[in-house]
């Protein structure tokens, strides 16, 4: 049997990482990874060509059923185990007298977050480059056209990109190197309040559109004609990706919770807080966009070309727009983190190294699988290794990592944390962890992991593949 499993028993009162401080500090935490460009650049998006309103019910129902048990799910696996999501899965399996190949859930996990953040830090590249055009006052009195050219300038310059996906991934290795007191905790304790104050701001600048009742009206009427079964499926998959599901982060950050907070409830706030952010987004983009006679359905650009148009054109534009970009990095940057640490989690506990080299090792291979993506964007955007394949036509190789991560392993991973934690894990050992009494609430959590949750994300899941 290895070490850590010898060491690492339940009993054993001094875990081999540090642990949060607070619950508050988890809760900072785990809402930094959940918020991030999934909840200011793609759920307006994705909400806009969905139609609004019903889409939005949908989405809020998949995060109510299927990702708040999964989160509760993977923060138990975290804690129980009290390692990396590999070592966590290891010692677990042990525990319930489980095949050791479960580990592979835990593999899966380490990887995909290390993909996703590979082009995850691209985008959010593109973020940090368009703060800076933002307090520059590049906007201002901009066209379309400009704004057009400002964009696709970005992405066809391999330099640029190569810069800003630098600055990315640098920042984020300068706070996960730190460790988890002095650097993810203290980010998020800056980060979080600063990024919530800065969202209500924008969306009192939305109020003095005049077009503010017409963006609560898009969000929350729902018009089920609209509802397509796409728009059903691609609710669900943003459920999972914008609470961080699937992809051992939520282990990661469980593994380091301490014993007395309770598991229940803090998932709980992470989702409500996550799904308020996306909704205040929404509320704070979509009055910009009408006021500024835009479509709400322009796709990915929505937000880096829509908008820098409207603030380039509205009274206190500059300002507002600035404070946008900057919301927007601070998002992708606390998600960054959370994605950079369980690969560390785990190269300290394997190997026996420093954070810090765990940290800049780490993040410098995510650094080069980066140049990937940044390379798909522009020399290699007619490389489409598939291409023979129907399904993979016109797919650079940045959009089958995309593809890769989003359809099939982020799914995967989570489709084995519901069998895991709601068939293969003992009731007992799943309850006491929870913290729950046998009754409702439990009973619960166990039907939403046991049957709803596979059962959702398989259709998903055969869905994309389709
Ligand atoms: N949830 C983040 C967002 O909405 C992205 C993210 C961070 C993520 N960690 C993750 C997605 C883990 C999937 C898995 O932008």
């Not at 138990?76 to 009290?82: D, I, K």
């Not at 998020?188 to 924008?202: C, E, Q, R």
């Amino acid at each position: 049997m290895s070490n850590y499993l010898k060491n690492n028993s339940i009993e054993d009162s001094a875990p081999a990482h540090s642990l949060w401080s607070s619950r508050l500090a988890f809760v900072l935490a785990a809402t930094g990874s959940a918020v991030g460009l999934g909840n200011i650049w793609k759920f307006p998006y994705i909400t806009g060509e969905n139609g609004g309103g019903a889409f939005v019910l949908v989405y809020l129902l998949c995060v109510a059923a299927i990702g708040i048990p999964i989160m509760m799910g993977e923060v138990l696996l975290g804690r129980r185990g009290r390692q990396s999501p590999i070592n966590s899965m290891l010692l677990l399996a042990a525990q319930e007298g489980k095949s050791p190949r479960w580990k592979l859930l835990g593999w899966m996990g380490v990887a995909g977050a290390f993909i996703i953040l590979s082009f995850y830090s691209v985008i959010g590249g593109w973020a940090t480059c368009y703060a800076g055009y933002a307090v520059l006052g590049e906007f201002s009195g901009a066209t379309a056209d400009s704004i057009g050219s400002l964009f696709s300038a970005l992405l066809a310059s391999p330099v640029k990109l190569l810069i800003w996906h630098t600055v990315f991934i640098g920042l984020t290795i300068l706070v996960v190197a730190r460790g988890v007191r002095s650097g993810l905790e203290r980010a998020v304790k800056f980060l979080m309040p600063t990024l919530f104050v800065l969202l209500l701001v924008l969306v009192g600048y939305a109020m003095t559109t005049g077009r503010f009742l017409d963006g609560v009206a898009f969000l929350f009427t729902p018009d089920f004609s609209k509802l397509t079964t796409g728009a059903v499926l691609s609710a669900m998959g943003h459920a999972f990706f914008t609470l961080s599901l699937g992809m051992g982060v939520m282990m990661a950050y469980g593994s380091y919770l301490p014993q007395d907070c309770s598991i229940v409830k803090t998932s709980i706030i992470v989702s409500v807080m996550d799904t308020a952010v996306a909704l205040l987004a929404g509320l704070a983009i979509f009055p910009i966009v009408f006021a500024n006679g835009m479509e709400p359905g322009a796709g990915p650009g929505l937000i880096f070309q829509t908008l820098p148009l409207a603030f380039g054109n509205i009274p206190g534009g500059s300002f507002f727009g600035a404070l946008f970009f900057i919301l927007l990095v601070f998002a992708a940057w606390t998600s960054g983190i959370s994605l950079l640490e369980p690969l560390v989690e785990w190269l300290e506990e394997h190997r026996g190294i420093s954070r810090l080299t765990s940290a800049v090792a780490g993040g410098l291979a995510v650094w080069l699988l980066g140049l990937v993506t940044v390379f798909s964007l522009n020399v290699w955007s007619d490389f489409t290794p598939l291409g023979m394949f129907a399904s993979f036509e016109g797919k650079t190789l940045f959009d089958l990592l995309d593809y890769l991560t989003a359809n099939i392993m982020l799914p995967l991973t989570g489709l084995l944390v519901a069998i895991f934690t709601g068939w293969v894990m003992s009731r007992s050992s799943t309850r006491e962890e929870l913290g729950l009494e046998n009754g409702y609430g439990f009973w619960l959590w166990r039907t939403l992991v046991r049957y709803v949750a596979p059962v959702g994300v398989l259709i998903v899941f055969v869905y994309n593949l389709s």
